[in-house]
């Protein structure tokens, strides 16, 4: 291991002595090879790979008050708790300035060595973030806004046509699916936390089949709702007389031609409406920022891909 102060060294080797007599081993390295200095380029590596990351070695030496002792592990100096790394805001270790200037560079080398690009820096990582933030805000503004719009024209249509069952069953649906969506999301939520769990004891490939598995059982879910609202609107007795669009196309070169009945236009508008404002409610209530947000925004582009992709089958 590089030299970094007096201090680093003892740090270090108490932290290896209490892990080799408590029968620990180095992670990612074979079971009977013990945890020794000598094993680790840098300090931040030890730190970040090998203490930090695996939550079991993490809580052991952490109830131990060996990670966090008020001195910087780099440098020996008093602790400023503004500079910190930590792993899914969930541990911390805590550094002094210019402990973390230290780990910031190998942080940069590490990173340099594994995909042969520099780490963008502090300032870059923020602005693509809140950009990304934003970005994400303005679309579910746009599609709320234009979900609003069909909205307002479907129910003032269909109203005109006196289809009031159509428009007393689509708030039905809309009030049903804000209540069971969260009951059939729950295996979701417990596979979160083994997904965490997996990738905190360095599982992987588990955790990247659990990650994979999660977002296919979360679009399935969408994608039934959306078929089952589209089913219903476009095949109810009410308005089985409507004709879709290239049959009536069609039409055009027989004689004599069909006549179109254009009621199954609000209906489109409020199976699309009732399709998407569950889905954009439950987004709202969300933090406007992380992986949530990210998450509803791709499970609301998801909907409106699906009904899309129905509304062509059907008309064609």
């Not at 295996?187 to 990738?199: E, Q, T």
Request: overall charge positive; aromatic content about 16%; glycine content about 6%.
């Amino acid at each position: 291991m590089r030299d970094y102060s007096e201090y680093t060294i003892q740090y270090v080797q108490e932290i290896c002595n209490a892990l080799n007599e408590n029968g620990f081993t180095m992670h990612e390295m074979p079971i009977d090879k013990p945890f020794v200095p000598q094993n680790f380029d840098t300090l931040t590596e030890f730190l970040q790979r090998f203490i930090v990351k695996p939550i079991d070695l993490y809580t052991f030496l952490n109830d131990k008050g060996l990670v966090n002792r008020g001195r910087c592990p780099y440098t020996g100096q008093p602790i400023d708790k503004t500079y910190y790394w930590s792993f899914m805001k969930s541990r911390w270790i805590y550094l002094s300035l210019e402990g973390e200037t230290i780990m910031m560079k190998e942080h940069d080398e590490i990173h340099l060595n594994l995909f042969g690009t520099p780490r963008p820096r502090k300032e870059e990582r923020e602005f693509m973030t809140e950009n990304t933030t934003k970005s994400l805000q303005k679309i579910k503004k746009a599609i709320t806004l234009a979900t609003s719009l069909f909205w307002i024209v479907a129910i003032i249509w269909l109203a005109l046509l006196g289809k009031w069952g159509n428009i007393g069953y689509g708030f039905l649906l809309t009030i049903g699916m804000s209540l069971v969506f969260p009951i059939v999301n729950l295996p979701r939520y417990g596979l979160d936390s083994i997904i965490i769990h997996s990738f905190k004891r360095n599982n992987y490939l588990i955790g990247s089949f659990l990650v994979i598995f999660n977002y296919l059982y979360a679009s399935a879910l969408i994608i039934f709702w959306t078929f089952l609202v589209f089913k219903h609107f476009t095949t109810s007795s009410s308005h089985t007389r409507m004709i879709p669009l290239l049959p009536w196309i069609k039409s055009l070169i027989t004689s004599p031609p069909l006549i179109p009945n254009i009621s199954f236009i609000p209906i489109l508008f409020w199976g699309y409406s009732i399709t998407l404002a569950p889905l954009l409610y439950m987004a709202r209530k969300d933090q406007p920022e992380g992986i949530a947000n990210f998450n509803n925004t791709i499970g609301i582009f998801i909907a409106i891909i699906s009904y899309i992709t129905l509304l062509v089958m059907w008309i064609t």
